[in-house]
C-alpha cells in the first residue's frame, strides 16, 4: 500500500514512516499543507494520513481542496484534538477516519488497512463467509459447519463487522465506534467480554478457532 | 485650601447636589405659589372696584354729578373705605379720599397698567412732607407711601372718576413668601450639612472599612471577610455577597490545591513506575523476553496517563463551555438500551446483576455521545464497586421523571460513600482513601459532573442503604421533543 504521510513533527513522522514500512507499506512523507498538497493532488496514494495542525496550510483545508478537484483517495486525519465537534468537523471536511494523537502504532495500522479495503471495492456484501462460518445479512443467520448459531442482535453486528474486516486487525474503538456508534474510549473492558462471549458461541464445540486476539492490537476473524 | 480635598469624597458631592436639587425645586414651588396667589387676590380686588365703579356709575346716570359727588363723599368716610376720587378735567382733585396721587396716573382711562402711589387724608405729616417734596420731581418715595390698584373713568362731562384699592395685602403676602423663601434656603444649608455629617461621617466610613477589609483579603488574607453591621441595608448586602464571593473563591482555592495534590499522585505514580521499569529493564543482563515484558508494561502505563490526559482536557473543553451547536434530538431511553447493553456482559462476568428499572419515554436535547460517555463512566464505577460485595450485587438504571425533572438513575448495593464525603467525590481526581487501589483515572464522576452541566443539569449523590444512588439530571426546562 501507498501511503502519504502528512505531519510536522518530524521525529513522529519518521517513525511513522518506519514502522510502515516494517508492516510492508510504501510511505512517503510531507512536512507542511503545502508540500502534502501538492504531493497528494499528484495523487497515485492508497491512503492519506493527514495532521490537522500543519505549517503552511491547514490540515482540514488540504483535504477540502483534494476533495474539491476530485481526489476521492481515503484519509485518516490525525489530530492532538479530539472531542466530539472535532471529529464530526474533521468528518465533515472530507476526512473517511479520525484518530487521535497520541494513539497506538496499531490502531493506526488497523485503521488504515480496513479504509484501503474499502476502497479496495470490497462493497458491503449481503453474504460473508470465513472458512466454515457464514453470516447471511438478508435471512439474518449464521452458520457453522451447516448449523445454525442463534445470537443476539449486537452480537450479529459484531460478527458482521469482523466478518466485513476478515483477515484484518479489528480494534476495540474500532469496534466501539462501528458496532455501538459511541466514540469514547471504555474504560474497562467490555468489548473484550462482548467478544468472548461471541466467540463462546461461534467457536464452542466447532473445531478450529476462527476469531483471534491479536495481542495489543485487537481481534481478527481468520480462517485456520 | 481644603474645599476641593472636600469636594472629592462623596457625600460632599452628594449634599452639594441634594443642596442645589432642592433649592431649585423650593424656589420654583414658591414662586408659582406667591405668583397664583397675588393674581387670585389682584384679580379679587379688580371685581370689587368693578362692582363699585359699577354702582358710581349708575348714581351718576341717575342723579348726574351731584349725586354721584354725595355717594363718593358717603362711601369716602366709611371704615375701610376703598379709595374714591372725583378730578376735573385738568386732574385737580375735587372730592375723594385721596389726598395726593402719582402724576399721569389719572390721565389714563382705563385699569392702572401697575401699582401706583398716593396718599389718603389722614395720613401722618412727616410722610405728607416726604410726598411733597418728592412731588413735583416723580415718583414719591416715604415709609407711608400706599399702592394701590384703580380704575379710572371719564365721565362724559370731561371729568375723572377714580375707584382703587389698596394693595397692602398682596404686598405683604410676598414679604411673608420672601421670609419663608429665606427661610427655607437656610434650613436647606442646615439640611445638607446634616446629609453630609451623616453619610459622610457613618455611611462612607463602612465603605472605607469594606475597601480596607479588601484590600487586606488582596494582599493574601483570603480568610479575612468584609464587615456587616447586621443591619440588613445595601451595604450589609454588598459585604455579605462579596463574602460568599469570597468562600468561593476561597473553596476553589481549596480545591485546586487538592487537585495539584491528587494531580501530583495520580500522575506522578505511574510517571515514576514507567521509569522504574525502564530503569530495571536497562539494569543487569535481562533476556529479551525482559524488555519486552518491560516495554510492553511501559505501553500499559502509557495509555493509562493518556486516558487521564484526555480526561482532563475534556473536562475543560466541557468547563469552558464547548460548542453547543454540538447537541441534536437524543433518545434518552434508547442511551440507557445501549450502555446497559454495553455493560450486561461485563457485569454478569464479575457477578454483578445489571437491570434496566423504570425507563420512561424522553427525548432531549444533548449530545448523544456525551450523555452516553456519561452514564457508562457511572455504570462502570456502580458495576466496580458493587462487585464483590454483599450477597447480591446488583446495578439498577433507570429513566424516571422526578417534577419536571428527567432522572437518568444509576443505583448499586455496594459499599456506597460515607455522607460526608458525597460532595466531594465528584471533584476532580477525588478518590476516597480506600478505593484509591482501584482502577481508573479517578476523572470518571468528575467527568460525568462536567458533562451534566455542560446539558445545563447537575450530578447528584445520594447514600442508599446499602449502596450509592448516582442521579444525573436533566432539568425540566430542557428543549424536549416528542414527549410521550
Known amino acids: 500500500m501507498k501511503i502519504l504521510v502528512i505531519e510536522d513533527d518530524r521525529e513522529a513522522a519518521e517513525y511513522l514512516k518506519k514502522a510502515l514500512a516494517e508492516a510492508g507499506h510504501t510511505a512517503h512523507v510531507a512536512f507542511d499543507g503545502e508540500e502534502g498538497f501538492a504531493l497528494a493532488a499528484q495523487g497515485d496514494y492508497d491512503i492519506l494520513v493527514v495532521d490537522r495542525m500543519l505549517p503552511r496550510r491547514d490540515g482540514l483545508s488540504v483535504i477540502a481542496e483534494l476533495r474539491a478537484r476530485g481526489v476521492g483517495t481515503p484519509v485518516l486525519i490525525l489530530s492532538a484534538l479530539g472531542e466530539v465537534d472535532d471529529r464530526v468537523t474533521g468528518l465533515r471536511a472530507g476526512g473517511d477516519d479520525y484518530l487521535t494523537k497520541p494513539y497506538a502504532f496499531s490502531e493506526l495500522l488497523a485503521r488504515i488497512e480496513v479504509l484501503d479495503r474499502r476502497t479496495g471495492g470490497k462493497e458491503v456484501e449481503t453474504h460473508y463467509r470465513v472458512g466454515d462460518l457464514e453470516l447471511d445479512r438478508l435471512s439474518h443467520t449464521v452458520k457453522r459447519a451447516g448449523q445454525e448459531i442463534p445470537l443476539q442482535p449486537r452480537e450479529f453486528r459484531l460478527l458482521e463487522y469482523l466478518m466485513r474486516h476478515a483477515g484484518q486487525v479489528v480494534t476495540r474503538t474500532m469496534l466501539l465506534e462501528n458496532v455501538w456508534d459511541y466514540h469514547f474510549d471504555p474504560q474497562t473492558n467490555v468489548i473484550d467480554v462482548h467478544v468472548s462471549r461471541l466467540r463462546g458461541k461461534i467457536e464452542k464445540g466447532f473445531g478450529a478457532p476462527v476469531l483471534h486476539t491479536v495481542r495489543g492490537a485487537g481481534y481478527m476473524l481468520k480462517a485456520g | ?484
Open chain 2, 1 to 484: 485650601m481644603r474645599l476641593p480635598a472636600v469636594m472629592k469624597t462623596t457625600a460632599a458631592r452628594l449634599s452639594a447636589l441634594f443642596l442645589i436639587l432642592f433649592a431649585l425645586c423650593a424656589a420654583v414651588l414658591i414662586a408659582y405659589m406667591s405668583s397664583l396667589s397675588v393674581r387670585m387676590l389682584t384679580s379679587q380686588t379688580q371685581d370689587t372696584i368693578m362692582a363699585e365703579m359699577q354702582g358710581l356709575d349708575d348714581a351718576y346716570r341717575r342723579g348726574g354729578l351731584p349725586t354721584l359727588v354725595r355717594v363718593v363723599e358717603v362711601r369716602s368716610r366709611q371704615p375701610g373705605a376703598n379709595l374714591y376720587l372725583i378730578a376735573d378735567p385738568n386732574g385737580r382733585i375735587l372730592t375723594g379720599n385721596v389726598e395726593s396721587i402719582e402724576p399721569g396716573v389719572l390721565e389714563v382711562e382705563g385699569w392702572t397698567q401697575k401699582p401706583f402711589a398716593y396718599r389718603r387724608y389722614g395720613d401722618s405729616d412727616s410722610a405728607r412732607r416726604a410726598l411733597r417734596g418728592e412731588g413735583a420731581g416723580g415718583a414719591p418715595a416715604g415709609e407711608t407711601r400706599h399702592h394701590a390698584l384703580a380704575l379710572v373713568l371719564r365721565l362724559p362731562n370731561g371729568m375723572i372718576l377714580l375707584v382703587g384699592r389698596d394693595l397692602g395685602e398682596p404686598e405683604q403676602l410676598r414679604g411673608i413668601v420672601n421670609h419663608a423663601l429665606l427661610l427655607a434656603f437656610a434650613m436647606m444649608g442646615v439640611g445638607a450639612l446634616l446629609i453630609w455629617f451623616f453619610v459622610g461621617r457613618h455611611a462612607l466610613k463602612r465603605i472605607d472599612a469594606v475597601s480596607e477589609a479588601s484590600r487586606r483579603i488582596m494582599g493574601g488574607d483570603l480568610s479575612g471577610r468584609l464587615p456587616v453591621t447586621g443591619s440588613g441595608d445595601e451595604f450589609d448586602r454588598l459585604s455579605e455577597n462579596l463574602n460568599v464571593m469570597l468562600a468561593r473563591i476561597a473553596r476553589l482555592n481549596e480545591g485546586l490545591k487538592e487537585v495539584s495534590g491528587n494531580i501530583a499522585h495520580d500522575l506522578k505514580t505511574p510517571l515514576t513506575r514507567l521509569r522504574n521499569r525502564a530503569e530495571a529493564a536497562l539494569a543487569g543482563k535481562p533476556r529479551t523476553a525482559d524488555y519486552r515484558a518491560a516495554l510492553e508494561a511501559a505501553i500499559a502505563e502509557s495509555d493509562q496517563l493518556i486516558r487521564t490526559f484526555n480526561a482532563i482536557l475534556m473536562i475543560s473543553r466541557l468547563e469552558a463551555g464547548y460548542s453547543a451547536e454540538q447537541t441534536a434530538p437524543v433518545d434518552l431511553a434508547a442511551i440507557v438500551a445501549d450502555v446497559v447493553e454495553l455493560y450486561e456482559p461485563l457485569a454478569e462476568e464479575v457477578g454483578v446483576a445489571l437491570a434496566v428499572g423504570e425507563v420512561a419515554a424522553a427525548t432531549l436535547d444533548a449530545n448523544r455521545e456525551l450523555v452516553g460517555q456519561a452514564l457508562s463512566n457511572v455504570v462502570d464505577n456502580a458495576i466496580k464497586y458493587a462487585a464483590g460485595s454483599g450477597e447480591a450485587p446488583a446495578v439498577t438504571v433507570s429513566l424516571i421523571r422526578a417534577g419536571g425533572d428527567l432522572v437518568l438513575e444509576v443505583a448499586d448495593n455496594g459499599p456506597g460513600v460515607p455522607p460526608e464525603d458525597l460532595d466531594r467525590v465528584t471533584e476532580r481526581f477525588v478518590r476516597l482513601e480506600r478505593s484509591r487501589s482501584q482502577p481508573g483515572s479517578g476523572l470518571g464522576l468528575s467527568l460525568t459532573r462536567a458533562v451534566m452541566e455542560f446539558h445545563g443539569g447537575r450530578l447528584e449523590l445520594s447514600a442508599q442503604n446499602p449502596g450509592l444512588s448516582v442521579g444525573m439530571i436533566f432539568p425540566g426546562d430542557s428543549k424536549r421533543h416528542g414527549d410521550t
